[in-house]
């Protein structure tokens, strides 16, 4: 397994950093060509804007539809980027990772789907095409302690676990972020001009709203996950927390509506107050700001008759369900 080394925000120089990953990429890539995974969240976003930096043409970069993203994500963030002058091409991989999600329940077995949707099939088949030797992502010093704690596995941990990558996807994998934690990244996004409505989101899990649904992950059920977080979204932003959002759980809880029985679908909200996600507690959000959610969700959700408030600190909680 890589050792890897965590740089401090307090002993952070983003300006050093952000040359030194430049460099790095320069002399790993040569006259080579990368491919890029943008996700729209602040992670990869950064990666984008050093990658763009370091090779400008050589880097193609690409945001995969993979229908587990927020409300109209996968347009807006390549509009956004498109204007700050860096290239985007989506593509429509949603029917891949719902064929790989396709019956799973078990957690690990669904974040392993995730990882085969999207390194076997979708970027195998994009970095053939385009011919790079290299794939950028985001991934950050809290995935690689999560992942050889056993807490979780994120899907974008791979040579950590000693798997190479050059030999099972046909590509080098490059992670200019992986010394630092979200709040350095944040910094660092600052001082390469990241449009604040990317550099200040809350942060978002790599494999999405997948990650937000407890059970199977299927389109239906994600839809009702991403209308409840748009909606927690928009109300919990007021509170300047460190991350917020909503969970779909898998049992139906017994609920009325019109004056008969409704078996329906439960959402639990949870809101974090953290520095760097190794640990969190609860927002003290007023009460009467979850009524008011609560009547939200249960009246625009399709099928939801039941919302809770998470108020498990980390530990022995995590911050994402799953």
Excluded at 9 to 23: A, M, T, V
Excluded at 118 to 133: E, G, I
């Amino acid at each position: 397994m890589r050792h890897v080394r965590e740089i401090p925000l307090n002993k952070l120089n983003s300006r050093d950093f952000i040359e030194r990953q430049i460099k790095i990429i320069k002399k790993n890539v040569g006259s080579g060509i990368a491919v890029n995974a943008l996700s729209g969240g602040v992670d990869s976003s950064v990666v984008t804007l050093i990658g763009h930096r370091a090779l400008g043409k050589k880097l193609k970069t690409y945001f995969i539809d993979n229908g587990i993203m927020r409300k109209n994500e996968p347009r807006e963030i390549v509009n956004i980027f498109r204007k700050i002058g860096v290239p985007v091409e989506l593509v429509d991989a949603k029917s891949t990772f719902f064929r790989h999600l396709k019956g799973k329940t078990d957690p690990e077995k669904k974040r392993q789907a995730i990882t085969d949707a999207f390194y076997k099939d979708v970027f195998s088949k994009l970095v053939k095409k385009s011919k790079a030797s290299f794939l950028f992502q985001g991934t950050i010093y809290t995935d690689i302690e999560e992942t050889v704690a056993g807490i979780k596995r994120q899907h974008n941990i791979l040579e950590q676990l000693g798997i190479d990558t050059k030999k099972a996807y046909g590509y080098k994998v490059i992670e200019p972020l992986i010394e630092l934690r979200k709040p350095a990244v944040r910094v660092v996004g600052k001082v390469l001009g990241l449009p604040k409505v990317i550099s200040g989101r809350p942060p978002f899990p790599g494999p999405a709203l997948a990650a937000r649904v407890i059970g199977e992950v299927t389109q239906k059920r994600i839809e009702v996950v991403r209308i409840a977080t748009s909606i927690v979204e928009r109300e919990l932003s007021k509170t300047g927390a460190f991350q917020y959002m909503a969970i779909l759980h898998e049992d139906r809880v017994t609920g009325i509506r019109s004056g008969k029985r409704d078996f329906g679908l439960q959402i639990e909200i949870r809101c974090w107050e953290s520095k760097d996600a190794k640990t969190a507690t609860p927002t003290n959000v007023p009460f009467k700001t979850l009524t008011k959610l609560a009547k939200e969700i249960t009246s625009k959700v399709p099928g939801v008759v039941s919302v809770t408030y998470n108020i498990t600190s980390k530990p022995p909680s995590t911050i994402e369900a799953i």
